[in-house]
């Protein structure tokens, strides 16, 4: 018989999520480390100057959380299809949507009341998500075809779409390097609080607690959780286990739409390419590690706002801000094999006869 | 007595927190066929998987011919020629016979594939051809495949795991057959499980009973051994409660006419012009090797499948096109045949799945009340002794008894006016049997129409007040019971209608 | 001088497409064993930079293109520890992947921005403006052959060998595949490395010879490319050069789109060959009852002692 046997835990630690990521966390620190030093460069240094240009002050933390929105958004929208075990890899082409969608409705829209507008002008990106996500949606509820290869693929439709807009009908004639949309006018700004965070983050929290709601405590929820726990346990309990996953479906492509909305209004102010940096993805990532939790992906989401911030700054010391790429996603790495002691175990095995 | 080939020492199992095997010790003759006996749940699966190296023990050692295994896994297992056949078969439903039969290593017939195929098939009474693909098999085939799975594989000893559980028994009886040969021509070590004493005492030369994970008899000699002492062995002290059948019958509360249902999507057998009749107080059985449609009518009566022509009339009312809601509303009850992945949703908590069968009872709007159905858990599990001591665990981690309990409770808490119950007791220990039959027979009481789907005969006869057996989607034949017994049931079962 | 033009996309075509069609080849392995590697993008980007900072540094072409290949193996077998040992999920695992090979394949590659390749992939024969299609064969590089020596030993080693059955059970039915005595773990694990090496090459191939240089991201989306063609092949090497073929010649034909004169935008057009797998994906899906040629396993742990 074999030395060592693995076991399922049957009773899993419930903030086991939690500490992976922690335990996560140190492990891209010291990976990160130890490129810093192949680099030349002192890690401490490195990190305590991160740390203080991201979250050091009023200023850098509204800048880090501004940057956190739209990977809390898509989260939660990823975590809402997740309720029925859908996967949507698509997240980042419907951020692209929604600034797309909302980008449409500006410039075929006489503004009177430019609060009033700001707030069509998100209703529209959600609905630009959620008419992104629409085709996989029905392709998956009427013929069960596979949802995680078409909305990854509806990416690049969305991003064609996107570059060719931008180079082509709405391309600025004043944004000579880069091709990108014309900006939309300041009065759509989204408005800020503590001088730099954006009402964007607002928008984010109130969609947590909203989401939070419907996944835990509303009919929906319940409706959502039996369906992705067995689609035969639903017929059975006359639940429309398809109607249910379509419209969770609308509703998780929403909010990415709705992240790219927010994104737009209160940080790039024009589509173009840069419109998402790949939030998209990391976001599928951010709702994977936390269990689908809202209030954890809206935890983690911030941490890596303020990791990718933290990044990007160090690049005046002569440092690649993929170094937080890198330690973003060993971070990652580390917080899945730490799962794995969470919900295994090694037991070892006893020979006495 | 033939020489030991195999022995088991001290093998200690648990999964989570149940035991599932204690310090057992098991042995195997040479060329003999042992029956492990047992009833559902007494860890005989769990065994056979582990001499087949896929549960690892926490404790115990094995030894081959006197010498001791030192790592084992499916691979080393068959090498040192232990193959099994599990009771949820173990073919790529996508490949031919013949890539399911030589992909092993262990294969011996990798130069000489056409004569072996020939000889076994001829053994096995098998016609098809060896290019055919495994789904295209019908499920007495693919067993019959597995078993020439561990021939091809050199395998000398072979754990069949309730291989009759799908078989007619005209099927069974053919297996013995083949079985006695291989042992007896072939040498080969067999170990039957099984719950049936019938089949332990005609396949086998010794016996061996496991119950609640503890070996209670060894090598007892099948011809010194008689069926009653096997019961005491396997079930301890029981009290097989008769029946009381003087129960009252009422009005019409279930009628089904002419239904016929067409499956579009498979070669699944179609219902046709099936009609019965289900009275107040009293329980229909209907009788049939699964797959014969039983699942079918069931669904068409619970409003689950909504694609057939005929008509479903419950308490007078036809709701032929009505779904499943409209059939809760005239309180009725369906108790699944898959009780984990219909019943209940796996990897749901129990107290979701509590609530399946009346979560709008607590709803308020698009609010859900957790402390309601909190309330709803905490009745269920006192009136119904359920076993469940953390609602927010998933509802796998309970037993199978907990949860046909969990289910039965849900559905029956409410007095439904009728009920349809398709194997409520498969799988299930004697007393959680026991427990199970008395909740339903105290719903015949309480005037409820029973449509009671088995295929397990004692249970039909113990407890119906007709039977009916189902065949390839027809009603082939009605039994009131003076007149039925189980030999022309059973031939009714397997098409040969006198 | 249309000769000339058409050669030339031919050519384009044909180059575009051994890339796609390499790493998609690698994946289809990976995926006939029940693995799904959302990584490939990562994993070309390590064994482009890898090979490129070899041959920069050596000049030796046979020992750039096998660092390429080792280490993107050896890159995607992190993928491999941690769904295969931990039993991890992979969409998400792949997913981290992708993000750790375009960062880290950046900082390695930092100093080599702009940096002159000292060597390059000989052909059969020289030629720089091939007229007919013999030449455009002999001008091509010795990866083009040897990823048609790919195509049809991969095809033949799936359907014909013990081998490719089961690595193909594996991934039907890994729990069918473990109790005939297959090892599992092994068979996918090893499918991964090879997938993530395959990688590798189609990353060599592109700093060495199809744009040689270096630059961050320089991958531009290949690797999402492949993962669609493996589907559009419906897991099958010959389909899937085909379909290599077209998303390669899509790629050749939009630059020169406005030189022919067309009024279309190069971008929409770009968008097509993503529109026609997923069309075809939903056509297979209906017509075929679901059966897309997926393995049947693909996605899902395999842990012996689940019950």
Request: glycine share 10%; proline share 3%; with cysteine.
């Amino acid at each position: 018989m074999n030395k060592y046997l693995l076991s399922k835990k049957i009773v899993i630690n419930e903030l086991s999520t939690f500490y992976s990521f922690l335990i996560g966390l140190s492990i891209g620190i010291g990976i990160g480390s130890i490129i810093l030093l192949t680099q030349g460069q002192n890690p401490i240094e490195v990190f305590s100057l991160m740390l203080r240009l991201s979250v050091g002050s009023v200023k850098s933390i509204s800048t880090s959380l501004n940057k956190a929105i739209p990977l809390i958004l898509a989260g939660l929208g990823i975590s809402i299809i997740n309720s029925v075990k859908l996967w949507n890899i698509g997240a980042e082409g419907q951020i692209f949507m929604g600034g797309i969608a909302l980008n449409f409705l500006y410039i075929n829209t006489e503004i009177s009341s430019p609060n009033l507008m700001i707030v069509y002008l998100l209703i529209t990106s959600f609905i630009g998500g959620a008419v992104c996500i629409l085709f996989p949606a029905i392709a998956k509820v009427l013929f069960g075809v596979n949802e995680i290869i078409t909305t990854l693929l509806f990416n690049y439709i969305i991003i064609g779409l996107t570059i060719y807009l931008v180079n082509g009908p709405w391309k600025d004639p004043g944004s000579l390097n880069f091709p990108a949309a014309t900006y939309v006018g300041k009065e759509v700004y989204l408005p800020t609080v503590f001088g730099r965070l954006s009402y964007g983050f607002i928008i984010c929290f109130l969609c947590t607690i909203g989401v939070h709601y419907l996944k835990e405590k509303s009919v929906f929820g319940y409706e959502l959780r039996i369906s992705g726990g067995s689609a035969l346990t639903a017929i059975y309990a006359g639940i429309n286990a398809k109607q249910k996953a379509f419209i969770a479906m609308l509703i998780g492509g929403g909010l990415a739409g709705l992240a790219g909305g927010v994104e737009l209004l209160s940080q790039t102010h024009r589509v173009s390419t840069g419109l998402s940096q790949g939030f998209g993805y990391t976001a599928i990532i951010v709702a994977a590690i936390t269990g689908m939790r809202p209030f954890g992906i809206f935890l983690v989401g911030s941490l890596f706002g303020a990791l990718t911030i933290g990044g990007s700054v160090i690049q005046t010391m002569g440092v690649s801000s993929y170094i937080a790429d890198v330690i973003q996603a060993t971070t990652l790495f580390g917080a899945l094999i730490a799962q794995f002691f969470f919900t295994y175990k090694i037991i070892k095995v006893s020979e006495d006869v | 007595m033939n020489q030991i080939i195999l022995e088991a020492k001290n093998i200690t199992k648990s999964f989570g927190n149940t035991n599932a095997l204690k310090n057992v010790d098991f042995y195997l003759y040479e060329s003999t066929i042992h029956g492990l006996l047992g009833e559902n749940g007494a860890g005989k699966s769990s065994l056979m998987n582990i001499l087949s190296g896929i549960y690892q023990p926490e404790n115990g050692s094995l030894y081959i011919d006197g010498e001791k295994v030192k790592k084992l896994n499916p691979d080393i297992a068959s090498k040192l020629g232990i193959g099994m056949v599990h009771q949820e078969f173990r073919l790529i439903d996508n490949f031919s016979i013949k890539d399911n039969l030589t992909l092993s290593k262990a294969n011996i017939y990798t130069n000489s594939f056409h004569e072996g195929y020939e000889k076994y098939s001829d053994i096995f009474s098998l016609t098809v051809n060896y290019s055919t693909p495994i789904s295209e098999l019908s499920v007495g085939e693919k067993q019959k495949i597995e078993i020439m799975k561990l021939i091809f594989n050199n395998n000398k000893i072979m754990l069949l795991d309730e291989p009759t559980a799908v078989l007619t028994p005209q099927e069974t009886n053919q297996l013995k057959i083949s079985l006695k040969k291989l042992s007896k021509e072939d040498g080969k070590t067999i170990v039957l499980i099984t719950h049936k004493l019938k089949e332990i005492q005609e396949f086998t030369d010794y016996i061996f009973v496991l119950k609640d994970g503890v070996m209670v008899a060894k090598d007892l000699e099948t011809k010194n051994v008689t069926k009653n002492e096997l019961i005491t062995l396997m079930m301890g002290e029981i009290k097989q409660s008769e029946i009381r059948k003087d129960n009252q019958k009422g009005t019409n509360k279930l009628e089904i006419e002419n239904i016929s249902f067409e499956n579009t999507h498979s070669n699944v057998p179609t219902l046709e012009n099936l009609s019965l009749k289900v009275r107040a107080g009293e329980i229909l059985g209907i009788a049939g090797v699964s797959g014969n449609g039983q699942v079918e009518l069931a669904n068409i009566i619970s409003g689950i499948e909504r694609e057939y022509s005929g008509k479903v009339i419950v308490n007078g009312k036809n709701i032929s096109n009505q779904g499943v809601s409209s059939r809760k509303n005239l309180n009725l009850s369906y108790i699944p045949e898959n009780r984990l992945g219909v019943g209940l949703a796996p990897g749901v908590s129990i107290i979701d799945n509590s609530a399946v069968k009346d979560y709008y009872k607590a709803r308020f709007g698009p609010h859900l009340s957790g402390n309601k159905m909190l309330n709803y858990l905490n009745i269920l599990i006192k009136q119904f002794s359920i076993k469940a001591p953390n609602p927010k665990a998933e509802v796998s981690t309970l037993s199978g008894g907990n949860m046909q309990k969990l289910l039965m409770g849900r559905e029956l808490i409410s007095n439904p006016e009728v009920i349809i119950a398709a194997q409520p007791t498969r799988g299930l220990d004697v007393n959680a049997v026991e427990a199970l039959h008395d909740l339903i027979v105290m719903q015949r009481d309480k005037g409820a129409a029973v449509m009671l789907i088995s295929e397990d005969l004692d249970e039909l006869f113990k407890l119906s007040d007709r039977i009916i057996v189902m065949y390839e989607g027809r009603i082939v034949k009605e039994f009131s019971m003076d007149e039925a017994d189980i030999e022309s049931v059973g031939l009714a079962m397997a098409g040969l209608n006198e | 001088m249309f000769d000339i033009q058409l050669m030339g996309l031919l050519n384009a075509t044909l180059q575009a497409a051994t890339l796609l069609f390499i790493a998609a080849l690698g994946e289809l392995i990976t995926e006939k064993s029940g693995i799904l590697n959302l990584g490939v993008e990562g994993m070309i980007s390590i064994g482009a930079v890898t090979g490129f900072i070899t041959a920069v540094n050596t000049g030796n072409i046979f020992l750039s293109v096998l660092v390429g290949i080792l280490s993107a193996s050896l890159f995607s077998s992190l993928h491999a520890f941690v769904t295969i040992i931990l039993k991890q999920d992979q969409t998400v695992s792949g997913l981290i992947l992708t993000i750790l090979g375009l960062s880290l394949s950046a900082l390695m590659g930092k100093q080599y921005v702009g940096k002159k390749l000292p060597v390059k992939i000989e052909s059969l024969g020289n030629i720089d403006e091939p007229t007919n299609i013999i030449e455009v064969f002999i001008s091509q590089n010795y990866i083009f052959y040897l990823s048609i020596f790919l195509m049809i030993s991969t095809a033949y080693l799936l359907k014909k060998t013990m081998f490719g059955r089961r690595l193909e059970a594996v991934g039907e039915d890994s729990r069918a595949a473990d109790s005939m005595g297959l090892n599992v773990n092994k068979t996918q694990f090893i499918a991964t490395c090879v997938g993530g090496g395959l990688s590798g090459l189609a990353g060599v191939y592109l700093t060495l010879s199809y744009v040689p240089y270096w630059t961050d991201n320089m991958t531009s989306g290949r690797g999402w490319i492949a993962l669609a063609l493996v589907i559009f092949g419906g897991w099958k090497p010959y389909r899937t050069a085909i379909g290599a073929l077209l998303f390669g010649f899509l790629e050749a034909l939009v630059p020169r789109l406005q030189t022919y004169g067309f009024e279309l935008s190069p971008y929409l057009v770009k968008i097509t060959p993503y529109a026609i797998t997923i069309i075809i994906l939903v056509v297979l899906t209906i017509y075929k009852g679901g059966r897309t040629g997926a393995p049947s396993n693909i996605g899902i742990p395999f842990f012996r002692e689940s019950r």
